[in-house]
């Protein structure tokens, strides 16, 4: 096009990436109470001038939280590989303005701290909480585990394969289908080298999700 236009180099556009990391990827806060699905993944990081990747390459964990009824990712927390997923339920919650209606995610959340994070989440009514027990899971006499106590019981009574049907848990593959979108859309390994920058570089690939999931989302339908 013949146009002399100055091009940053990569070391002042990976500077100028860290201010991105204040960009708002989530719509804008519901009045109604919303479903939210919790998942977590693992980018790998950039390896640099490797021209081949190591065989153990290191990574990070992406935690994110999805509206079950828009598609929408409305929270999301990227971390060491080391944090455990339940550790980041918190700081996952703090970016919900939306009241919650009810929060799903798989077995490897149900720990106490999880289900007081959420139930002490908001001001209004506290959220069901649909999450699996662990298989050697005991009936608990605190307060904040008694949803949780109810989950022991319908597992030992219809098993817990009918349980997932029954208590709406099955819909937590939105989440994972979200992180699917992420991984075959805006890819499975990080560009950027350093951690702030890499928070910045998730955010703005929800960002694009979101718009993409604006724009509307395929019908999808069970054939045979």
């Not at 990976?14 to 109470?33: G, T």
């Not at 050697?136 to 008694?146: G, H, I, K, N």
């Not at 350093?194 to 724009?215: P, S, V, Y």
Request: include cysteine; charged fraction near 30%; hydrophobic fraction near 35%.
């Amino acid at each position: 096009m013949e146009l002399e236009l100055p091009i940053p180099d990569h070391t002042t556009l990976s500077r100028r990436a860290r201010k991105l990391a204040r960009i708002r990827f989530a719509p804008a806060a519901a009045s109604r109470p919303i479903h939210i699905l919790i998942d977590s993944t693992g980018p790998k990081i950039h390896v640099g001038n490797l021209r081949k990747p190591p065989k153990h390459r290191d990574w990070r964990k992406l935690h994110v939280a999805v509206d079950s009824k828009s598609g929408h990712v409305v929270a999301a927390e990227l971390t060491s590989k080391a944090a455990r997923d339940g550790a980041r339920v918190p700081a996952l919650l703090k970016q919900i303005e939306s009241p919650l209606a009810s929060v799903s995610a798989d077995g490897a959340y149900d720990t106490e701290s999880v289900y007081r994070a959420i139930s002490t989440h908001g001001a209004g009514r506290p959220a069901k909480i649909v999450i699996p027990p662990k298989r050697d899971a005991l009936l608990s006499s605190d307060p904040v585990l008694r949803e949780r106590n109810r989950h022991i019981r319908s597992v030992e009574k219809v098993g817990r394969r009918k349980w997932q049907s029954k208590s709406g848990y099955s819909k937590r593959s939105m989440a994972e289908n979200a992180i699917y979108r992420y991984k075959a859309i805006i890819g499975t390994d990080m560009r950027s080298r350093n951690l702030a920058c890499q928070r910045a570089e998730t955010k703005i690939g929800w960002k694009i999700l979101n718009t993409m999931t604006d724009l509307g989302m395929p019908q999808s339908y069970r054939v045979g």
